[in-house]
Each structure stands twice: as structure tokens, then as C-alpha cells.
């Protein structure tokens, strides 16, 4: 008799990666904020002990960059507390736990970023908090941090800085490959792990869906943002050659 595999859950399935992420694998658990609020650990804990996944992906996040300086504490509320709820309920079941972290975690003094680069120090409040969260997520005990970025399908924005360098791409470009991670998570046995695509300016980037965009440069920004937090990716590539995965 053929039995069911483990559930893989998803927090923040609503958000803009979730919602990707739950068209392209349907089988994801996806509890909503009601269901399983982040910021509260009894909640976190009652939606995992009732889904008894073998996989958790974190993806629920504050990822408003400018609002972490006007409200520091929601920032950290949902992306350091929140992981921690995580990571301890994930541990509790003996579940892996994929956290989606971010480029920011670095500095952006050099580009080009491996994951056995040493982060920091982080240029915001948006970024202390998701460095810090990387290591509230190892609680779990198994871990994959992803560090990753990603826009909305489309360049929200009237002005697009062309002294800021990235491997963020579109969230739908970015989302099929952390479907990928998903499928693959037990033929990783990484503990970091960078998914993006190739160094570009965020000009650059932001002209593929918006060619009307005006350039900008990174000082009339309203927070400090990092120079260039472009990823290596060689070893993300390396693992979907072994999967046969188109890279």
C-alpha cells in the first residue's frame, strides 16, 4: 500500500513569494495569518503539531525596507521572534526548516558574495533583522538558509538606481527556483545556500518591465541601502546540474 508523503507547510503563503510558490507546488500546506500567526508562539506551535510536516519553509517576513526604520519593533517582531517560533516548532517535530533570507545580510562593500562569506555589518534596520533571524533559524537544528531577493512581477517604481548592484530578479523568475529547493531539500545538504541570477544594477533590472524607468542613484534613497550584494551563485548552479534542472 503506497503511502502519503510528509506535508511540506509554508508561512507567509500569502504573501508575494508564497503565492508563487503555492501555484507552482499545490501540495504545500498553507496555513493563513489566522491559522498561524508568526509573532506568536502557541499559534506556531498548534498549526505545526496539527500538520506534522517533514519540511517547514519560512517565507512569512517583513520585507518593507523603508518601514523597518519607522517601526523598528514590527520589523523585528516578525522577522526575529517570528523565526524564532519557527525554528522552535520545527524542532520540536524534528522537521527541516528552509528559511528565505535575503543579499541584504551583507554589507555591499564588495558584490560577488559566497556563502562562506562572514556577513554584515547590516546598513538597516530591515537587514539587522534578517542577519539576526539567520541565526534564530538554526534553532531548528535543520536548517537551509536561502538568501535570495525579489521584486513584484512588475518595477513598481518611477526611478531605478543605477549604482545599486543585485542578483534579485522578478518573482517569478525567482520563485521556480525555490520550488526547485523545495522538491530537492533532501539532496541539499547545504546549510547556506545563494539562489538569484546573474549581477546587475537595479536600473538595469528594473528597464526589463518598466522601459520608461528614470535612472537614479542610491543617495536620494530614503534609507541606507547596501552598494552591491550580487550573489555567487556556482554552487546553486552546480546542484541543479545534478538534478537535471535547466540552470
Known amino acids: 500500500m503506497e503511502t502519503t508523503p510528509p506535508p511540506v507547510l509554508i508561512t507567509g503563503g500569502s504573501g508575494r513569494l508564497g503565492q508563487e510558490l503555492r501555484g507552482l507546488l499545490p501540495n504545500l500546506l498553507a496555513p493563513t495569518r489566522q ?14 503539531e496539527r500538520a506534522r ?10 520585507t518593507d525596507v523603508a518601514g523597518a526604520e519607522r517601526d523598528r519593533e514590527a520589523c523585528w517582531r516578525v522577522n526575529v521572534e517570528g523565526t524564532r517560533h519557527v525554528a522552535a516548532a520545527a524542532a520540536a517535530i524534528g522537521a527541516r526548516l528552509i528559511y528565505i533570507s535575503t543579499d541584504y545580510v551583507f554589507s555591499g562593500e564588495q558584490g560577488h ?17 534578517k542577519l539576526v533571524a539567520e541565526e534564530a533559524a538554526r534553532q531548528a537544528k ?3 538558509i536561502v538568501r535570495t531577493s525579489f521584486r513584484p512581477r512588475e518595477f513598481q517604481h518611477p526611478v ?6 543585485t542578483s534579485q530578479d522578478y518573482v517569478d523568475v525567482i520563485a521556480p527556483m525555490i520550488a526547485e529547493v523545495i522538491r530537492h531539500a533532501d539532496q541539499i545538504p547545504d546549510e547556506v545556500l545563494h539562489v538569484a541570477t546573474e549581477r546587475k544594477s537595479v536600473y538595469d533590472l528594473a528597464r526589463r518591465r518598466k522601459p520608461d524607468v528614470r535612472p537614479g542613484r542610491r543617495a536620494e534613497a530614503k534609507v541606507l541601502l547596501p552598494a552591491d550584494v550580487s550573489l555567487n551563485t556556482e554552487r546553486w548552479q552546480a546542484l541543479r546540474g545534478t538534478w537535471g534542472e535547466s540552470a
Open 113 to 129: 558574495y559566497r556563502e562562506t562569506d562572514v556577513p554584515g555589518p547590516p546598513v538597516n534596520s530591515y537587514a539587522l533583522t
Open 142 to 144: 535543520q536548517v537551509l
Open 160 to 165: 531605478a538606481f543605477e549604482d545599486v548592484y
Open 35 to 48: 491559522e498561524l500567526d508568526v509573532t506568536n508562539p502557541h499559534s506556531v506551535r498548534s498549526a505545526v
Open 53 to 62: 510536516p517533514a519540511l517547514i519553509v519560512h517565507a512569512a517576513a517583513y
